[in-house]
C-alpha cells in the first residue's frame, strides 16, 4: 500500500505499483485501526536512545523476565540473536544489496523486479513468510517505508529497527505530515518532488534503494557501502556523500 503527496500539502491516496505480493488495503492519514488493534500508545519521536522506556518496552522487559524465570529461554541465547543482528546483519547487508544495484545495472534491474529473489544471495530468507520490495528513490519520487499497525521491518537486510521506527509518533505522524517529519530527520525536498509512504506489513517489507551519490564513479560496492546509511533505506534520509565519511 502506498500513499502518495506530490506537492507540500496533504497526502493523497494513489494506486500501488503491481507485484508479486497483496498489499494491504490503502489506508487514509486518520485510519489507525487494522484487525481490531487500535494505534493508542503515547510515544515520543525519539532519534536515540530513550530517556525513558515506552510502554511496549515495558510490556517487553516483563514478557522477557517471567520467560527466563521460567526457564523458557535463556538470557545468553536472547543476547547472541541480539548481537547478531546488530553486528552482523543490519543495516550492514542491506548496504551491500544497495551498493551492487548502483554498480550492477542487470542486479537493479532484478532488485526492483523481485527484490526477495536478487536478495537471497545476500542473506534474505523470509523467514517469517514476507516478502521483499525494492523501492527506488528518484529526484521526481521519494519513497518512506512505515508500519502503521507495530513494526514490520525487513530485519534479516536491515537489522533491528531503529526506536523511533516503532513509535506511535512516527507511525502517525509520517502519513499526515511527511515532510515535516523529514525534516525533523534534517532533510528538505523540492515541492515537486513526489512523496510516497509504504506500509510495512507481516507479508510485505521494504527497502528504498537511495539515490547514488554524486562524485562516486568507479567506486567499488565496498566503498560504496560505506556511504548507505539505515535511514537511507527507510527513507528518512539520504546515502552519506564522500565528504561526509571522509573520502
Known sequence: MSLS??????????PSPATTADRRPPVTA??????????????????GEASELSETEL???????ILVEKGYVE?????????????????????????????????????????????QPFGHKGRMGENLVALENTPDRHNIVVCTLCSCYPWDVLGLPPVWYKSFAYRSRVV????AVLSEFGMTLPNETEIRIWDSTAEVRYLVLPIRPAGTEGWSEEQLARLVTRDSMIGTGIAATPAEIGI
Open 30 to 47: 486518520h485510519d489507525h485501526y487494522h484487525q481490531g488493534h487500535a494505534h493508542g500508545h503515547d510515544h515520543g519521536h525519539d532519534h
Open 75 to 119: 538470557p545468553a541465547a536472547l543476547d547472541a540473536i541480539v548481537e547478531t543482528y546488530e553486528t552482523k546483519i543490519g543495516p550492514h547487508i542491506g548496504a551491500r544489496i544497495v551498493a551492487r544495484a548502483w554498480t550492477t545495472p542487470a542486479f537493479r534491474a532484478a532488485l526492483l523486479a523481485d527484490a526477495s529473489k536478487a536478495a
Open 176 to 179: 499526515k505530515e511527511p515532510r
Open 5 to 14: 503527496q506530490p506537492k507540500a500539502g496533504p497526502c493523497i491516496l494513489t
Open 59 to 65: 510490556r517487553v522487559r516483563a514478557l522477557q523476565t
